[in-house]
């Protein structure tokens, strides 16, 4: 899922591929726009912050029923000047191979 701010301000969420299983039917989840992730921005003296909302039914096959799975988090920044980028976990910068994804425990909040 990419999640980016246009030059006019604009946040917008895109998902761009479904790296899930290959037992899951590709028609299951779209690909695209993400009209119901809630993206919100705020101005800071380092940068921007940027607060996501992702609908659990975005995530497919992500349930509330699990009680962990594997995941990994990059930022990219290219500004022109060539690619650099942070990330929490590993797996999708210099390859793809969720292998490597690190894993989040889910926990009830009730």
């Known amino acids: 899922i990419a999640i980016y701010r246009n030059p006019d301000g604009k946040c917008t969420a895109y998902k761009l591929l479904n790296y899930w299983t290959p037992e899951i039917p ?15 921005t705020a101005k800071t003296a380092g940068g921007i912050d940027y607060t996501v909302t992702i609908p659990l039914r975005e995530l497919y096959p992500l349930s509330d029923r699990m009680t962990e799975f594997g995941f990994s988090w990059l930022v ?7 690619r650099k980028y ?3 976990s590993s797996g999708i910068g210099p390859n793809k191979d969720t292998s490597l ?4 425990k889910c926990v009830s909040g009730k």
């Not at 990219?76 to 060539?82: C, E, R």
Request: charged share 25%; proline share 7%.
């Open 101 to 104: 994804f690190g894993m989040v």
């Open 26 to 40: 590709e028609n299951l989840t779209r690909r695209g726009p993400m009209p119901d992730v809630k993206i919100a």
């Open 76 to 82: 990219n920044d290219n500004d022109g000047q060539g």
């Open 86 to 88: 942070i990330q929490w």
